[in-house]
């Protein structure tokens, strides 16, 4: 909660001051133009709107995630017993029709499919620090890939596979990462520039979105000139001017509402990561 929460709540804040910004002189609206109410910002501090389908990505699109993630924390004590009791296996089964009969039976409700690929997560986890099923680690990785690749090449194919495949490449990769520390996966991912942007990665996921959503609603009203009429136009000025705007911005919020609530080692570790860029 200390580590998750305080971000949360400030980037609510944040959402709030946009939104009275596009509410002035107009309708209250949030950065999507979504009617605010006070129902909506309720709900995110429940952290329940992901329960809501009209409020989902409302005041600030990623939220709705963390609402998940926290949902399902609530429930990983239960998680870990029945791993400790049970074993993998039984936790993943109960996790798959625990997580999709909640799913299909809510009608979609509350994005409950996440319990089970969190699941896949906590297989990942033990993978990465066992001996067992080593020699498969890659394989396994190259087959779900491949499987979702030629997946979602199918008309009308289903999301939740598509995801429950794609946690999976995850989870093995990130195992087989582990394990083979010389790989030239981990020299890539594990670059200095990375690393770094890394240790700021959640509040660069909390609010990327705005400076992208008001830019994009900017060009949408056919006030960005050259802009709004190329795509490659947008796209160019998306990449190379919003992203680093946006980058900088997660960066100072990192700073003011996010590092304060970090351990002292993790601090530590981003300043010297931070001193190698």
């Not at 996790?95 to 409950?112: C, E, L, M, R, S």
């Not at 620090?129 to 008309?155: C, D, K, M, N």
């Not at 919003?242 to 981003?270: C, D, M, N, W």
């Amino acid at each position: 909660m200390r580590r998750i929460l305080p971000p949360y709540f400030a980037a609510i804040g944040v959402a709030l001051l946009v939104a009275a910004f596009y509410s002035y002189k107009s309708h209250p609206q949030d950065y999507l133009g979504n009617p605010l109410s006070w129902s909506m910002i309720v709900s995110h501090l429940l952290l329940v709107q992901n329960w809501i389908p009209s409020q989902l990505t409302t005041l600030d699109g990623p939220l709705w995630t963390i609402a998940v993630e926290c949902q399902i924390y609530v429930l990983f004590p239960l998680l870990v017993l029945l791993w400790r009791y049970g074993g993998r296996w039984l936790t993943l089964a109960v996790g798959f029709v625990v997580a999709h009969g909640v799913f299909y039976a809510t009608h979609y409700g509350g994005n409950a499919n996440f319990l089970f690929l969190f699941v896949v997560g906590m297989l990942g986890a033990e993978l990465a620090f066992s001996h067992q099923l080593r020699r498969w680690l890659g394989p396994a990785t190259l087959l779900t890939v491949v499987a979702y690749l030629l997946f979602i090449q199918r008309p009308g194919s289903s999301f939740v596979i598509a995801d429950i495949l794609v946690a999976l490449s995850a989870a093995f990769l990130m195992a087989y990462l582990t394990q083979h520390r010389d790989h030239w996966g981990n020299k890539v991912l594990g670059a200095k520039p990375l690393a770094w942007i890394g240790t700021f990665s959640y509040s660069l996921y909390l609010v990327h979105s705005f400076p992208e959503v008001i830019v994009e609603r900017w060009i949408l009203a056919s006030k960005g000139g050259i802009f709004a009429d190329s795509n490659r136009n947008a796209a160019i000025l998306m990449i190379f001017v919003v992203s680093p705007i946006a980058i900088a911005a997660s960066y100072g919020f990192h700073l003011v509402f996010e590092r304060p609530f970090l351990t002292q080692k993790r601090k530590e570790a981003e300043q010297r990561l931070a001193a190698r860029v």
